[in-house]
T-cell receptor, first 113, second 110 residues
Framework: NAGVTQTPKFRVLKTGQSMTLLCAQD?????MYWYRQDPGMGLRLIHY???????AKGEVPDGYNVSRLKKQNFLLGLESAAPSQTSVYFC????????????FGPGTRLTVT | KQEVTQIPAALSVPEGENLVLNCSFT??????LQWFRQDPGKGLTSLLL?????REQTSGRLNASLDKSSGRSTLYIAASQPGDSATYLC?????????FGAGTTVTVRA
């Protein structure tokens, strides 16, 4: 099992450009998440999904959109990138909510100039 | 809103000394608490997961305790080694998400 994978690993964007980050999991998990990590801070939740076709906002959703068309994939989109979105993005998944453990991908390092 | 605090923010110890890392949280209605390790520029490595009904978990030199009623967890690392140098994050789980602390950066001096 590959677990949770993220594509790409690194990306540099110019202000105003758009891009999509892909997260894939092969554990048949229902829940998937996108977090961002900024220097000196813990991870903060951007959006999450509790099942195929459903998404919900987390703590810091502004400037991002998500889609969960297939159970195994969770896409994070930036429509018009801003320097404030320079961050490391982590995807995670868990079997269900509650007491189930979350498993994390390796991260995507995004720089917006 | 859940607030997770880790003190100290940084810690430097000589090799062989035991490490004690603290984590506190404001809302005791959690499902579990997880400790992670993060090396510079790398992803998260899960170290220990403590369910809300448990008081502690152990793995090798690592031991984590949980006192849910007082909103505290402590990670103990015995006989520290230079390879233990990293940032340690704690996170608490509510129904759907994890709330993270900012981490404690540990340096173990040889």
């Amino acid at each position: 099992n590959a677990g949770v994978t993220q594509t790409p690993k690194f990306r540099v964007l110019k202000t105003g450009q758009s891009m999509t980050l892909l997260c894939a999991q092969d554990m048949n998990h229902e829940y998937m998440y996108w977090y961002r990590q900024d220097p000196g801070m813990g991870l903060r939740l951007i959006h999450y999904s509790v099942g195929e076709g459903t998404t919900a906002k987390g703590e810091v959703p502004d400037g991002y959109n998500v889609s969960r068309l297939k159970k195994q994939n969770f896409l994070l989109g930036l429509e018009s990138a801003a320097p404030s979105q320079t961050s490391v993005y982590f995807c995670a998944s868990s079997r269900q909510g509650g007491s189930y453990e979350q498993y994390f991908g390796p991260g995507t390092r995004l720089t917006v100039t | 809103k859940q607030e997770v605090t880790q003190i100290p923010a940084a810690l430097s110890v000589p090799e062989g000394e035991n490490l004690v890392l603290n984590c506190s949280f404001t809302d005791s209605a959690i499902y579990n608490l997880q400790w992670f390790r993060q090396d510079p520029g790398k992803g998260l490595t899960s170290l220990l997961l403590i369910q809300s009904s448990q008081r502690e978990q152990t793995s090798g030199r690592l031991n984590a305790s949980l006192d849910k009623s007082s909103g505290r967890s402590t990670l103990y690392i015995a006989a520290s080694q230079p390879g233990d140098s990293a940032t340690y994050l704690c996170a608490v789980r509510d129904d759907y998400k994890l709330s993270f602390g900012a981490g404690t950066t540990v340096t173990v001096r040889a």
